[in-house]
């Protein structure tokens, strides 16, 4: 059972452009959302994580959106760069120190054209 | 600052193999250890995790399986590769919630 979902599997956008890349989970528990990203032929690693006491997170050119109600987060990449193609995993999981019970999305990804 | 080295980098293995996949942190006690998985282009999918030397806990069943002889090292290994086994090896560490992945292994079984 996937617990989290991502949308699209893949995303092309110009340079300059925008790139939102969507998940949804089920758990109502889930309090902690990162994304990590991944480049070709290398590890995953955090890029920006949320908790639910804000509903917007920024890092530069990274915002996470999080709408509690409907249970769905999003990144969103601002003056996408083609440096930023990567493949995209949003992840959920619930309490402190827990990178044990990270449930992963099957990825996204974003190619960034010049 | 905390380090993690996985080996081997690649390896080419035949069906019916043994295989030993290993991992080691530097510069943090007592870490928690994982081992995921991912197929060419999947998801990563979390294997085996161990807070303490000499435990291992399973996640999923793959015919493989995982120790922690010491502290700082993290072995991942069958006695028999199947096709499906291939794929990228990834060992992490956690500090709080988040993960911090090794270089992985590319596993190929032919």
């Known amino acids: 059972q996937q617990q989290v979902r991502q949308s699209p599997q893949s995303l092309t956008v110009w340079e300059g452009e925008t790139a939102i890349l969507n998940c949804s989970y089920e758990d109502s528990t889930f309090d902690y959302f990162p994304w990590y990203h991944q480049f070709p032929g290398e590890s995953p690693a955090l890029l920006i994580a949320?908790?639910?006491?804000?509903n917007k997170k920024e890092d530069g050119r990274f915002t996470i959106f999080f709408n509690k109600r409907e249970k769905k987060f999003s990144l969103h990449i601002a003056d996408s760069q083609p440096g930023d193609s990567a493949t995209y995993f949003c992840?959920?999981?619930?309490?402190?120190?827990?990178?044990?019970?990270?449930?992963f999305g099957k990825g996204a990804k974003l190619t960034v054209s010049p | 600052a905390q380090t993690i080295h996985q080996w081997p980098v690649a390896e080419i293995k035949a069906v019916g193999s043994p295989l030993s996949l290993g991992c080691t942190i530097k510069?943090?006690?007592?870490?928690?250890l994982y081992w995921y998985w991912q197929a060419t282009g999947g998801t990563l999918q979390q294997l085996f995790y161990?807070?303490?030397?000499?435990?291992v806990e399973s996640v999923v069943q793959l015919n493989l399986s995982a120790s922690r002889p010491k502290d700082d090292q993290f072995i991942l290994s069958t006695e028999k590769l199947l096709l499906s086994h291939s794929g990228f090896y990834l060992c992490?560490?956690?500090?709080?919630?988040?993960?911090?992945f090794g270089a992985g292994t590319r596993l190929s079984v032919l």
């Open positions: 161990s807070i303490t030397v000499g435990q």
């Open positions: 510069g943090k006690s007592s870490p928690n």
């Open positions: 949320i908790r639910p006491v804000s």
């Open positions: 992490a560490w956690s500090l709080e919630n988040t993960l911090y």
């Open positions: 992840a959920a999981s619930r309490g402190q120190g827990t990178g044990s019970k990270l449930s």
